[in-house]
Antibody, heavy 120, light 107 residues
Framework: EIQLLESGGGLVQPGGSLRLSCAASAFTFSSYAMSWVRQAPGRGLEWVAAVSNTGAVTYYADSVKGRFTVSRDNSKNVLYLQMNSLRAEDTAVYYC?????????????WGQGTLVTVSS | DIQMTQSPSSLSASVRGRVTFTCRASQNINNNLAWFHQRPGKAPKSLIYAASRLQSGVPSRFTGRGSGTAFALTIYDLQPEDSGTYFCQQYNSYPHTFGQGTKLEIE
């Protein structure tokens, strides 16, 4: 069964940094693009970032561009989101998601999410 | 960026009933539209892609239609587990924006 397991969330002060991980299993990780999606408390879903299957191509939402970096380690089947210069408005549950096919989006599988809280 | 607008924002329906949600894109997205269902405190679940194709394991009670800028999701024979929030997402161009969601309550 395909599984995506996020980790690395927690409480961080404004201006601080955090790195999220998403461990993937039961599929050929290196064949699929992956994405991060977040959900602020009581709000809707916000697409955050995506990375191609090789890691060579990345895309970002304007709200995180220049502060967040998405990457992956295909030898370890892990997706990352490095988050710097964190702001209160970055507080959210962060989900990783897998593309449906090797040809591209949309998503078929989601992780269970990890909570990031930015507060002093 | 492409804006996605869902309506209504919420609605109630009865078990075994039928509901239809709509999703409108601010520009042509062809059929590059997906629908997701989320129950409180849970991760989203993928329902439909390419506007009308069911994800594996999704019952045929769910039907998607549309192309271009106007899309709809209809759920027939409503079940209690269908309650929650439904989101549409365009993946025609980055950023892959979501609609704000429609909250469904099953009476």
């Amino acid at each position: 069964e395909i599984q995506l397991l996020e980790s690395g969330g927690g409480l961080v002060q404004p201006g601080g940094s955090l790195r999220l991980s998403c461990a993937a299993s039961a599929f050929t990780f290196s064949s699929y693009a992956m994405s991060w999606v977040r959900q602020a408390p009581g709000r809707g879903l916000e697409w955050v970032a995506a990375v191609s299957n090789t890691g060579a191509v990345t895309y970002y939402a304007d709200s995180v561009k220049g502060r967040f970096t998405v990457s992956r380690d295909n030898s370890k089947n892990v997706l990352y989101l490095q988050m710097n210069s964190l702001r209160a408005e970055d507080t959210a549950v962060y989900y990783c998601a897998k593309d449906l096919s090797v040809a591209g989006p949309p998503f078929d599988y989601w992780g269970q999410g990890t909570l990031v809280t930015v507060s002093s | 960026d492409i804006q996605m607008t869902q309506s209504p924002s919420s609605l109630s329906a009865s078990v075994r009933g039928r509901v239809t949600f709509t999703c409108r894109a601010s520009q042509n997205i062809n059929n590059n539209l997906a629908w997701f269902h989320q129950r409180p405190g849970k991760a989203p679940k993928s329902l439909i892609y390419a506007a009308s194709r069911l994800q594996s394991g999704v019952p045929s009670r769910f039907t998607g239609r549309g192309s271009g800028t106007a899309f709809a999701l209809t759920i027939y024979d409503l079940q209690p587990e269908d309650s929650g929030t439904y989101f549409c997402q365009q993946y025609n161009s980055y950023p892959h924006t979501f609609g704000q969601g429609t909250k469904l309550e099953i009476e």
